[in-house]
C-alpha cells in the first residue's frame, strides 16, 4: 500500500484475519503467526495475532487508507463482535471517521455457547466528512447467506461485496481490498465496471485470484 500515490482510491472493501479465535490472549498468539515466516497451511495467515498485533497491523492499514482515498472516500471492513471495538480503535486512531457499524446477516445459524451467532460485522469510515454515496436505498443490516465450499476459508458473498460497492463507489471507480484472500471483492469490482488493486500475503491465494480474473500473478511477493 505504501507505494501507492496520496489520494487516488475511492473505496477500500476489505476483511482481515480476525484474530478473534481464542478467548485468552496465549491462546489467541499460541501459534505465533507475529514471527512465524512459514505458512501456516491448515489456516489463513495472521489470524492467531494477539490483539496488540491486531490493532498494530490494522492501524498502520488505517494510516494508509487515510492517505490513499480520495477526500471523504469510504472504507468498509469485515470483522466480528470480539474485535470489533479493537478495528475501530485502530481506524479512528488513523484519523478516519467512523459511520454506524452495518450487520451481516448470513441467514443461517452458527456456533454460539447460549444465542447461536448469525451476524458478522462491518465497520465503515471515511477520509474525512463523507463524500455522498451512490445510492440511498441500502440498509446498514444486510442478508446475504454465508458462502459454502467456496475458494478460501472465510469467503465472502458476492452479492453482498457487489451491494456494499454499489453505495461507496462511483462508476469506473478504484477499490483497494489489502486482505483480498480468494478475490471476491476484486471479481465484485470488475463485475460492477470499477478498477480494483489486491494484495495478497499467501501465495496459494495469489494464485486464486489469478484463475478467477484470468490474468497472471504480477509479484509472487504478496500482490496480485
Ligand atoms: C479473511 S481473509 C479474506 C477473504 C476474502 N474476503 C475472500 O472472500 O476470499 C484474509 C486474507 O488476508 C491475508 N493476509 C493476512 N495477513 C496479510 C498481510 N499482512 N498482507 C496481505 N494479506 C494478508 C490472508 O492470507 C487471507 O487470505
Redesign the pocket.
Known sequence: MESLPDRTVDAVL?????SSGGRRENARSIRKSMNRGVEDDDW???DAMSTTGFIY?LRLCGIQWRRVLKPGGHALS?IDWRMAPNLVAALETADLRQHPILVWDKAKLGMGAIFRNQHEFIVHVTAGNPSDPQRRDVPNVLRYPS?RD???P???PGALLQTLLSVVTPPGGLVL?????????LQAARALGHSAIG????ER?CEVIAKRLDQGVLDFG?AA
Open positions: 476489505t476483511d482481515p484475519p480476525y489463513i495467515r495472521g497491523l469485515f458462502v467456496g475458494d478460501h472465510t469467503e465472502k481490498d489489502p486482505f483480498a484472500g480468494s478475490g471476491s471483492t494484495i495478497e500475503a499467501d491465494f504478496g
